[in-house]
């Protein structure tokens, strides 16, 4: 069909990785820890060769990044976390060409630090790749369009005659879902119905919110071949309601915007750890459910800023086990990921958490945050600041700032104010919850 032909045209770089990863996927475990020691080794002579940071720490350290064994020399490399990145952000940045082609970030604030970094342009054509790879583990092929329940784009639906002709030409078609209402289900589900979609890929609660419309109005798609979930936990009676309505198999995914491709649910439901495109660490036990370990990732292809031992913050532990599946990639159990609330307005409708924390976005005043909904028309964002500086005058204009949004979002009525606190309690599992919403119990993380 049309849309195969240009999706072959358009994507060539992208479908040549694409061939690579259908390759790779059935080595055995032991050809593709070896091709991830080759591809850290590479990256850690860059970055002690171009990345001011690096060049200290290997110096310091006595490593030579072409000889380095693992786990030993490797793991001698301090972790990186969110809070040194803030502070050694300049000196993170590489030297070479690749710190100029390349494009600045921000994290979701999952764990509670919001923070900016770069990452090399190459890195999203690869996240491209291997998002359509994973894809066609549920059956997709090229030119086939997904339905993506994903991001605050300012679109109006249904969709125009010429909006549906660029979307199945270009194979995809994302849905605003920071904020909706039942009008807005019903919406999506005119989509779903004109679109004809055979992925639908988004978060886990706003799949399960769109689930249970569809089955309350008797609603029953048809031609989806599978279901992808990403960026927050997936519980199982989220997974039971999508499978159930959407009469396929869900995939769970796990990775963020420092580390994306980390992991995937295959059709067997072993969740794969991608080793040759990050390098995963378990370090210590004891956090929350016995065997739980920091989760420390190094992503194999961000050039522009490399981040060398990543704590990203996540709790999981690793698997011995090979997977029914046959393939080489190792397994995880992902125990604990990001999860967060809804927060509500007055009419009902619900607000999705990466509106709350994109407010954040190039706040590098602030530590950590947390959006607390005390009532329908009361938010209080707590914020906890750098030493240094003036936190109140900073938190005032910050009031100024997002109050008009929120009440642009959620009415004018809202009240809404800034408290800086000196710490943000986390769960019992050491999670940061970084919107609350008290006004109902809700399951977290």
């Not at 080794?41 to 380095?68: I, N, T, W």
């Not at 639906?157 to 979307?167: F, K, S, V």
Request: glycine content about 8%; proline content about 4%; aromatic content about 12%.
């Amino acid at each position: 069909m049309l849309s195969a032909l240009i999706y072959k045209v358009r994507r060539r770089q992208r479908l040549g990785v694409i061939d690579d990863l259908s390759r790779k996927q059935w080595l055995s475990l032991a050809q593709l820890q070896e091709a991830s020691d080759v591809q850290t080794r590479k990256l850690a002579c860059h970055a002690a060769s171009h990345v001011p940071y690096y060049k200290k720490e290997f110096q310091a350290l006595g490593l030579d990044p072409a000889a380095m064994d693992f786990p030993g020399d490797w793991v001698r490399l301090p972790v990186l976390d969110k809070d040194i990145l803030r502070q050694e952000y300049v000196n993170l940045v590489s030297e070479t060409d690749h710190g100029q082609q390349s494009f600045v970030n921000h994290s979701g604030g999952s764990t509670g630090k919001p923070v900016q970094f770069i990452s090399d342009n190459i890195l999203y054509t690869r996240m491209a790749a291997w998002m359509d790879f994973v894809f066609g583990w549920a059956g997709w092929q090229p030119g086939e369009l997904r339905l993506e329940l994903w991001g605050n784009n300012d679109r109006t639906l249904p969709p125009t005659p010429w909006q549906r002709w660029r979307a199945k030409l270009g194979g995809s078609f994302a849905v605003p879902v920071y904020k909706y209402t039942e009008k807005d289900l019903f919406k999506w589900w005119q989509v779903t119905k004109q679109l004809r979609p055979t992925i639908i890929y988004g978060y886990s609660s706003v799949l399960a919110d769109f689930a249970r419309f569809l089955e309350s109005e008797g609603y029953r798609p048809t031609g989806i071949k599978g279901v992808f979930s990403s960026a927050e936990v997936l519980y199982p009676e989220q997974r039971l309601v999508i499978e159930r309505v959407f009469g396929c198999k869900v995939y769970n995914q796990y990775g963020s915007r420092e580390t994306p491709c980390v992991a995937c649910e295959c059709p067997e439901g072993g969740m794969h750890l991608f080793i040759d495109w990050n390098r995963i660490e378990f370090v210590g036990s004891g956090h929350g459910n016995d065997g739980d370990s920091e989760i420390v990732i190094t992503p194999l292809y961000n050039y522009a800023q490399p981040l060398l031992r990543y704590q990203i913050g996540d709790l999981g532990r690793p698997r011995v086990e090979s997977c029914a599946c046959g393939r080489g990639y190792p397994l995880m159990d992902l125990n604990v990921a990001r999860s967060g609330d809804f927060l509500r307005g007055a009419d009902g409708s619900r607000f999705y958490t990466s509106l709350f924390t994109h407010l954040m976005d190039g706040k590098g005043w602030v530590r950590a945050f947390q959006f607390v909904q005390k009532a329908e028309n009361k938010i209080v964002l707590h914020v906890v600041a750098e030493s240094g500086v003036e936190a109140k005058s900073l938190a005032a204009n910050l009031e100024a700032e997002l109050g008009t949004v929120l009440r642009g979002k959620m009415g004018n009525e809202l009240i809404f104010s800034v408290l800086v606190v000196e710490r943000i309690d986390r769960t019992r599992v050491g999670k940061h919850r970084y919107v609350v919403n008290e006004m109902q119990n809700v399951r977290s993380a």
